[in-house]
């Protein structure tokens, strides 16, 4: 399944790698690195209402979905903030993500224990 559904609204990051869908009270989090195959990497949930809106900040690290509901005498705007900074950089830069958690790359040894038929290749900056 891709994106969009009916009824979906959406907005891209600036770089235009990830694509950020709302359907009901959810934002799900695309990565649009190969185009034709979308790959669904998270699922915002937390809206109070039906979303209508997304906006996206600049650097992908901040996401705001709003709702408005409408009554005869108190219509209502709320909104939903989602704090995306390490999410965003594990998809656009997951090994330097998983090198930054586990501070050092796989030894020779370790590699040859774990990955036996590829060849060694420096995982992390020394």
Known sequence: MGPLGAGSVATYS?????????????VAMWDLTHP?????????IGASAEIDQITVSADSGLLV?????SGAD??????????????????TDPLGYACGIVGHGLT???????????????????
Not at 14 to 26: E, K, Q, V
Not at 36 to 44: H, K
């Open 36 to 44: 034709s195959e979308p790959i669904r990497v998270a699922t915002l």
């Open 14 to 26: 600036a770089d235009g790698r990830l694509i950020f869908t709302g359907d009901g009270h959810r």
């Open 108 to 126: 020779r040894e370790e590699w040859d224990n774990h990955a036996p038929d590829l060849a060694f290749t420096q995982t992390c900056d020394a």
């Open 65 to 69: 979905a709003t709702s408005s509901r």
């Open 74 to 91: 108190n219509p209502e705007i709320s909104y939903a903030m989602w704090d995306l900074r390490a999410l965003t950089t594990m998809v």
